[in-house]
């Protein structure tokens, strides 16, 4: 009884209760942080994994007909031709010299709609003869599953 004469919870039951209601709603909140975390884990993989299998498809398969599958139509390059189309011909010649080229990442880090990785790759060169290693790093920026903006620094390495 309270001190009006009604039936009431004692202070004990009520700072129980309190604290089961705060558990659950802390768990509720931790169980969201957790999907929410788990949601960015996601779109990391998925931006990394578009990565490699643009890496593998278009430079190490040679396929330029599929890039459309992994760039955007608005796509922009950074530090070399600036459409789409002109990154396109100066890949087919690129490549049509380079028919041993191998592009192999070697550190790929991906947050939410950035990529960077690090790469080398290794051809023959066509007018020496010589095998010419070249290591780069390269920043791309994500969009509705394609890559809309290329970033990239390059060197030629002797090995």
């Known amino acids: 009884m309270t001190d009006d004469g009604t039936k009431g919870s004692s202070s004990l039951e009520m700072s129980s209760s309190y604290y089961v209601q705060s ?4 768990h509720r909140e931790w169980h969201r942080a957790i999907l929410r975390a788990h949601s960015g884990t996601r ?5 990394g994994a578009l ?3 643009f890496v593998e498809t278009v ?22 031709p600036s459409t789409l189309e002109e990154f396109k011909v100066f890949l087919r010649g690129f490549l049509a010299d380079s028919p041993d080229l191998k592009n192999t990442i070697e550190d790929i880090v991906a947050n939410d709609d950035k990529v960077a990785y690090r790469w080398v790759m290794r051809r023959t ?9 070249t290591r780069g790093m390269t920043f791309n920026r994500i969009a509705d599953g394609k890559i809309v903006e ?3 620094s390059s060197e030629v390495i002797e090995e």
């Not at 558990?23 to 802390?26: A, E, L, R």
């Not at 396929?63 to 796509?75: C, H, S, V, W």
């Open 59 to 80: 430079w190490n398969g040679k396929n330029i007909d599929a890039f459309d599958e992994f760039q955007a139509a608005e796509f922009t390059m950074n530090g070399g």
């Open 43 to 47: 779109r990391r993989w998925e931006t």
């Open 150 to 152: 290329d970033w990239f």
């Open 23 to 26: 558990c659950i709603c802390d």
């Open 51 to 53: 990565i490699h299998r």
């Open 125 to 133: 060169d066509q007018a020496t003869g010589k095998q010419v290693a």
